[in-house]
């Protein structure tokens, strides 16, 4: 195990109370969100669809509003702006970028990567929405309507993706076996 692996773990561990919690997930989903906009450009190149390729431009320029407003939490609970690794995301964006280097280009990969993209939206609708219910438990309103808001993008994108996938590229990937 990595130095940084335990670091996270102790911290986690040694957490008190539920502010420490708080914190904690805090700096996992800032260093997901930093991880995030770096690999969604691949999928980007990776795509062929146009309507595929212009929801993940959107979804970039929604990343960086979200780190933004992250940054607005850290500096609202009064701790620094500080990522600590993100197993679970690291995971899954290697996951995504594995399966885009071993497809060929064309209507299953752009399939696959919407299963992939949506498997990290799930990803932040679970932390944004465990975040919120710290926030508002904690009563830090002002932070809970930021993280409410980074919620809401999260779950429009995961809709977004599912309608790209049913309307056309999933059909388009099925035709592709027969």
């Not at 904690?24 to 190149?45: F, G, H, N, Q, R």
């Not at 497809?103 to 992939?116: C, E, F, K, L, N």
């Not at 009563?139 to 994108?157: A, I, P, Q």
Request: charged share 35%.
């Amino acid at each position: 195990m990595k130095a940084s692996e335990k670091n996270n773990k102790k911290q986690l561990r040694t957490a008190q109370g539920l502010q420490g919690l708080f914190e904690a997930e805090l700096k996992d989903i800032y260093w997901a969100e930093k991880a995030i906009l770096k690999s969604t450009p691949k999928m980007v190149k990776n795509a062929t669809s146009e309507e595929l390729i212009a929801a993940l431009q959107n979804h970039i320029k929604q990343t960086e509003g979200q780190i933004v407003r992250l940054e607005k939490v850290f500096e609202a609970i009064g701790i620094p702006a500080k990522a600590e690794k993100c197993e679970a995301m690291d995971g899954l964006i290697k996951e995504a970028e594995e399966m885009m280097e071993e497809m060929d280009p064309g209507m299953v990969r752009d399939a696959a990567i919407i299963a992939s993209a949506q498997k990290i939206e799930h990803y932040e609708i679970a932390s944004y929405g465990t975040l919120s219910s710290f926030a508002h438990t904690l009563d830090k309103m002002d932070v809970y309507d930021l993280l409410e808001e980074t919620l809401d993008e999260e779950k429009e994108t995961d809709s977004l993706l599912t309608e790209i996938a049913e309307s056309s590229i999933n059909y388009e990937a099925m035709e592709g076996d027969e």
